[in-house]
């Protein structure tokens, strides 16, 4: 008996895989019929041009088949037809077609043609870059190329503009001025600050330098005045990590918040940015930390600032040692070959440098992402950078393709928002691209 129980056993193992393995074939041919069904009636009902109905069974067999591309894709091309038109429904299943299968062109193309005709640019920019990277194809680049090259061109409204500043959390400010009326506005044109000022500096840590009749003293939002130093000021510059630049009788340093003198032994003392601050003694320049103490063990010939004397506004900077311009990093430390000239990193894209004569581009971790090849060039920003030819100043995209022929005299760096300023026969103008 005991011989026996073993070969029972296995029996009754055997008897339960061969009706679970009967129940799963039964399951997989109900769930085909059911499949074939949906398929059927959708069929049919299409034969009907009856496509309301049509496509819903053709839903319900892909949420059964939902790795079905083929028909994603049929869902989609119902959806677009003359007699259903959902656009919604229709673009919702075009990007199901694509996440099923990434490599195929036709969802693709379908959604660039629908965005196209509507003009919707950006939209059809995102698919197309998409369709670029994930299909093995360069139809898609000459488009791409048209697109960034399209823009938008406006008389200045101001007098004058700044470049623009951004704050510790990335938000952009302008000085404006128009007529004797002198303010800072959001990179979306709000008013942050205004009135009738000599100089207007920047608000930041809730106070912004001003000067009126020759004063120099810093006020609140509202316009209050909110600290003024012990001694007259011949400049003041914006508080950064709590530190603002001043000049002094003559002499550079900082102000903290108490109007405070600190460190007022420079012949130039820019704005921290990043916990990095220029200054110059004679004709010597260094970087100095938030605590005051030397980057690096080395002085400089000289050190590239921006518009608004700051050295790091991207967390490295560019200075002149020997004859030579590097890149060195926020510890000082030399991480590029040397350069004639160099243009200040606008952004975390490459910068402009200068070598035999041409210009080519950097980027921040110290390589050239351009040889040297351009007469003239600025800083990238946005995907654009303004290039240098035969007199005039034109644009190019992230991939050195030249978008706008060049056709202006002058030209500045691009913004975040993918605007540059530019001068043309003599007016100042603001061109935003539409793609960034």
Request: charged share 30%; hydrophobic share 40%.
């Amino acid at each position: 008996m005991k011989k026996m129980l073993p070969i029972v056993f296995l029996m009754v193992l055997v008897g339960l895989a061969i009706i679970s393995w009967s129940n799963v074939l039964s399951y997989a041919g109900k769930e085909k019929k059911e499949y074939e069904g949906y398929i059927s009636q959708g069929e049919a009902l299409e034969e009907k041009e009856i496509y309301v109905d049509a496509v819903k069974q053709y839903e319900k067999a892909l949420a059964m088949r939902p790795k079905n591309y083929d028909l994603a894709v049929r869902i989609a091309k119902l959806y677009a037809s003359d007699k259903l038109a959902i656009d919604g429904k229709y673009i919702s299943a075009c990007k199901k077609a694509i996440s099923i299968d990434k490599s195929k062109e036709e969802p693709y193309d379908m959604l660039i043609a629908y965005y196209c005709e509507r003009g919707y640019t950006s939209k059809e920019y995102e698919i197309l870059m998409a369709a670029a990277e994930a299909v093995d194809t360069d139809k898609y680049t000459a488009r791409i190329t048209e697109l960034r090259g399209l823009y938008n061109e406006a008389v200045l409204r101001y007098d004058t503009i700044s470049d623009c500043y951004y704050d510790a959390s990335g938000t952009g400010y302008y000085i404006v001025k128009k007529d004797d009326i002198v303010s800072v506005i959001s990179a979306e044109e709000e008013t942050v600050l205004s009135g009738k000022y000599d100089e207007l500096g920047f608000y930041s840590e809730f106070v912004a330098p001003v000067s009126v009749d020759g004063e120099w003293f810093y006020i609140t939002k509202e316009g209050y005045r909110k600290l003024v130093p012990d001694e007259p000021a011949e400049y003041l510059g914006p508080f950064v990590s709590g530190f603002a630049p001043a000049k002094i009788g003559g002499k550079y340093g900082y102000l903290n918040k108490k109007m405070q003198k600190l460190h007022f032994e420079f012949d130039y003392a820019g704005p921290f940015c990043n916990g990095l601050a220029a200054v110059k003694k004679g004709d010597t320049w260094m970087v100095i930390t938030t605590a005051f103490k030397k980057v690096g063990d080395t002085t400089f010939d000289d050190v590239l600032l921006d518009s608004f004397g700051i050295c790091s506004a991207r967390g490295v900077f560019f200075a002149k040692k020997d004859g030579k311009y590097y890149l060195y990093n926020k510890a000082g430390k030399r991480i590029s070959d040397g350069f004639d000239e160099a243009k200040v990193f606008v952004s975390d894209e490459p910068a402009a440098v200068k070598s035999s004569g041409k210009w080519g581009f950097l980027g921040k971790d110290g390589k050239l992402t351009r040889e040297p090849e351009y007469e003239n060039a600025d800083s990238f920003c946005a995907g654009y950078a303004p290039v240098y030819a035969n007199g005039k100043w034109g644009v190019m995209d992230v991939d050195y393709n030249i978008v706008i022929e060049p056709k202006y005299d002058k030209m500045e760096a691009f913004e975040k928002d993918a605007s540059a300023m530019v001068e043309l026969e003599g007016k100042q103008l603001r061109i935003r691209m539409r793609i960034k």
